[in-house]
């Protein structure tokens, strides 16, 4: 049959406004996968890489976290630690974080470490910032989708309470203070 073909009304034409907004997973449905950063061949040592942490600000649970994680051969490889930029990098340098991205929606956030792309590790010291819910949630599906999730805290917070919300799903791990 001749004719032209009239788009039905359900095809969709024009983007919409703010696709990404709409399309977003709710936390804790997301299906992410983590990727590295580009890593500059004098961080590959992971103590050049904790050195250069520390030039970026990090806070100091997550720069003790990593020593203790290097010294226990679980990190062999600076990729496997994020970081923030240095004052020098500040506007043009390009990420350093490890990043878990949704394969559906594309959403990213941060991870502390990556010691493999099936295993993630936040260093939090909970008194100082938490995560926070969507985290939890986001690290929770992960650990259903078959990661390993583990938790690095400051040892002297193992037992607090809300550690055991952690341990439903994650590995808690505590780090000794060294001061
Ligand atoms: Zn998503």
């Excluded at 449905?29 to 970026?56: F, N, Q």
């Excluded at 999730?149 to 193992?158: A, C, G, H």
């Amino acid at each position: 049959m001749a004719g032209k073909r009239k788009p039905k009304d359900t095809e969709e034409r024009c983007p919409r406004t703010d696709p990404e907004a709409e399309t977003l997973c709710e936390p804790g449905t997301h299906s992410e996968r983590l990727y590295y950063p580009e890593v500059p061949p004098d961080e590959w040592h992971p103590k050049k890489r904790i050195e250069k942490m520390r030039e970026a600000g990090a806070d100091r649970f997550e720069i003790e976290a990593a020593e203790y994680d290097y010294a226990e051969g679980d990190i062999t490889h600076g990729k496997q630690l994020s970081r923030g930029l240095t004052p020098q990098e500040e506007g043009h340098g390009q990420s350093q974080m490890i990043l878990a991205v949704c394969t559906v929606c594309r959403q990213k956030r941060e991870i502390d470490q990556a010691p493999s792309p099936d295993r993630l590790v936040e260093a939090k010291d909970q008194e100082a910032r938490f995560g926070g819910t969507n985290q939890i949630r986001n690290n929770r599906r992960m650990a259903e989708q078959n990661r390993d999730v583990t938790y690095k805290i400051p040892e002297s917070q193992l037992h607090q309470r809300r550690t055991d919300t952690l341990r439903e799903f994650a590995r808690v791990v505590g780090i000794p203070s060294k001061s």
